[in-house]
């Protein structure tokens, strides 16, 4: 019964903003992490930003540090990406997805999308130019 819904896409210019939500129901009891996803059209899907639940510890893809910010609200078992200084590059369907804690987990490569387990439906963000 594990759901995400993202939502908050929507056509923006570049420059603009937009903020983006994952709801998760019954948040499974393995998810330490919640990672950002994008793919644009005719490309595959890449890493963008992930939170862990309980510290709240943050990781970036390099294109968009200083512009993006990811977080995450526990009670609500929401979490949010906020993107600013949107540019067109950054148009893609965006997925939130759950990433389980690994006994390996000594230096964890976040953005390694088969370790993440349950992955929403998307939501669409166009930046005009």
């Known amino acids: 019964q594990v759901r995400l819904v993202e939502s908050g896409g929507g056509l923006v210019q570049a420059g603009g903003s937009l903020r983006l939500a994952c709801a998760v129901s019954?948040?499974?009891?393995?998810?330490?992490?919640m990672g950002w996803f994008r793919q644009a059209p005719g490309k595959e899907r890449e890493f963008v930003a992930a939170?862990?639940?309980?510290?709240?510890?943050?990781y970036y893809t390099d294109s968009v540090k200083g512009r993006f910010t990811i977080s995450r609200d526990n009670a609500k078992n929401t979490v949010y990406l906020q993107m600013d200084s949107l540019k067109p590059e950054d148009t893609a369907v965006y997925y939130c997805?759950?990433?389980?804690?690994?006994?390996?987990?000594?230096?964890?490569?976040?953005?390694?999308?088969?370790?993440?387990?349950?992955w929403g439906q998307g939501t669409q963000v166009t930046v005009s130019s």
């Open positions: 997805a759950t990433r389980p804690h690994y006994l390996s987990d000594y230096d964890p490569q976040w953005g390694r999308e088969y370790e993440y387990d349950y």
């Open positions: 019954e948040r499974p009891f393995s998810s330490y992490a």
């Open positions: 939170v862990t639940w309980t510290a709240g510890n943050t």
